[in-house]
């Protein structure tokens, strides 16, 4: 996000940072004030989200012990009431207010909007999950927000193309949980957020559900008879769910459903091989040593893709397929519209012949291949992901005083390179491309370099103290 919200792994807080103002006149006509820094702790990812959120913000609504609303004249408690009464945490200030307010008990309702239009609750912190005791002691409260379910963006899906249905055919159903859509796209609901799932079939001559299944599906095996030819699963659980005409979420039943026509007592020949697709290996088909790269691409078919996997130099390295995981291979991801992805990191300089197979449920194979060169890294590497992407980069580790170390960031010139320094004194020094120095200074914070060239950046930095300090490299869209 222009500063996020990522990482529903890492956490937001409310630091709450408390001493009381100094008053040296006679008795006041309002109860004391008391520091209150509201901000976070470390970076600001997603707060109760996975890594494809959107650009979004925190809208905070402030009660007192008696459930009404503070008011504020800029950040400073307003007794009138007559001042706003919602406080922002967004990039513009670094996700963090300091405020005055009286002693007592608070409650802090956050709402996460999206960016582009501020119209989309992508987030809900109730104020109940979120209270503290405001006095003259240092204390923290850890902010809860939870991702909203939109009924209409989410599916119960096979997890790999399924074109074609026939009795006996076993395949994975996944739960895709999401937000509501932001420019076309909706983040994932991770599964902190959704209780526990209940699969059921629509008849019992349906198929068989191979196991209760989990947060994120099923497996289920397609049965079906003359007079019952379609597979009807539907998933049941609570999620965080928009309340209608409001800006709140509650915590409330929803189903999805999944329909599918199975052919029965069909005879047929499969002949057509899988259609596969590989992204080319960025950048120009290179790869660093030690470093991960992401492998992606698309997959389908007219009946049912079973397997895909990844090799290099005829090594297996990722599979769809548990018993090849099991074995050690890692996981292929697939994205139940027909993406798929998987990570390689190579361990070996030179030339790496990369091979994916697809596979049907016919045994039909499909085979796409790619030469990787395979270089030494001379830097610190990093291909430059969005914020908020999957492959978010932060990198966290302690400094010793007049520590060097270069960083290599590739762009691939679809953003705007940003770069942060959580914090600490450093000297910085970024090169772009073309080798012109786009920054030179001291540094610490939200650097927009105005760079969108794409290729290589060289930025070196130098630690001024003993510290601990986490960079976080990303792209902004135009």
Aim: net charge negative.
């Amino acid at each position: 996000m222009s500063k996020h919200v990522q990482g529903l792994a890492a956490a937001t807080i409310l630091t709450m940072l408390l001493a009381a103002c100094q008053q040296t006149t006679a008795p006041r006509t309002q109860a004391e004030l008391v520091k209150v820094q509201l901000g976070a702790a470390g970076i600001i990812h997603a707060q109760g989200f996975t890594g494809d959120v959107p650009d979004a913000h925190y809208d905070i609504t402030v009660r007192d012990s008696a459930g009404k609303v503070v008011a504020f004249n800029g950040t400073t408690f307003d007794p009138s009431g007559a001042g706003s009464t919602t406080l922002t945490l967004s990039h513009s200030n670094e996700f963090a207010q300091t405020l005055l307010l009286p002693k007592g008990a608070y409650s802090f309702e956050s709402r996460v909007k999206d960016d582009a239009s501020s119209a989309v609750l992508l987030g809900y912190g109730p104020g109940s999950e979120n209270t503290a005791t405001v006095d003259a002691s240092s204390s923290v409260v850890r902010l809860k927000t939870h991702a909203v379910f939109d009924p209409a963006s989410s599916r119960l899906a096979p997890a790999m193309p399924l074109s074609e249905l026939y009795t006996d055919s076993t395949f994975n159903l996944g739960l895709y949980p999401k937000t509501a859509p932001v420019s076309g796209q909706s983040a994932t609901v991770p599964t902190s957020d959704i209780g526990p799932v209940t699969y059921m079939l629509g008849n019992s001559t349906d198929g068989v559900l191979n196991g209760a299944g989990s947060k994120i599906g099923t497996n289920v095996t397609a049965r079906g008879t003359a007079a019952d030819s379609e597979l009807n699963v539907a998933a049941s659980f609570n999620a965080w769910v928009y309340n209608s005409g409001t800006d709140t979420a509650s915590y409330q039943p929803v189903t999805l459903n999944f329909a599918k026509s199975i052919q029965t007592n069909v005879l047929t020949a499969d002949m057509v091989m899988p259609s596969l697709t590989v992204a080319p290996v960025a950048p120009v088909a290179t790869a660093y040593q030690d470093q991960v790269t992401t492998l992606s691409g698309s997959v389908s078919d007219d009946v049912q893709v079973q397997a895909l996997r990844v090799y290099v130099d005829s090594n297996l390295v990722a599979s769809t397929d548990a018993a090849d995981q099991a074995g050690g291979a890692a996981t292929v991801l697939t994205d139940g519209a027909g993406g798929w992805s998987a990570p390689w990191k190579p361990s070996a300089l030179g030339t790496a012949d990369v091979t994916v197979i697809a596979e049907d449920s016919s045994g039909n194979e499909t085979r796409n291949e790619q030469s990787v060169t395979v270089k030494k890294q001379d830097a610190i590497i990093f291909v430059v992901p969005h914020y908020y992407s999957v492959g978010d980069v932060v990198i966290g580790d302690n400094w010793a005083a007049g520590q060097t170390k270069t960083y290599k960031l590739i762009s691939d010139g679809s953003g705007e390179l940003h770069f942060r320094l959580n914090q600490g004194s450093t000297h910085l020094t970024a090169i772009s491309p073309t080798g012109n120095v786009i920054f030179d200074g001291d540094a610490t914070g939200y650097w927009d370099f105005y760079a969108y060239d794409a290729g290589d950046y060289t930025v070196t930095i130098t630690s001024l103290q003993d510290q601990y300090i986490e960079l976080e490299p990303h792209l902004h869209s135009y």
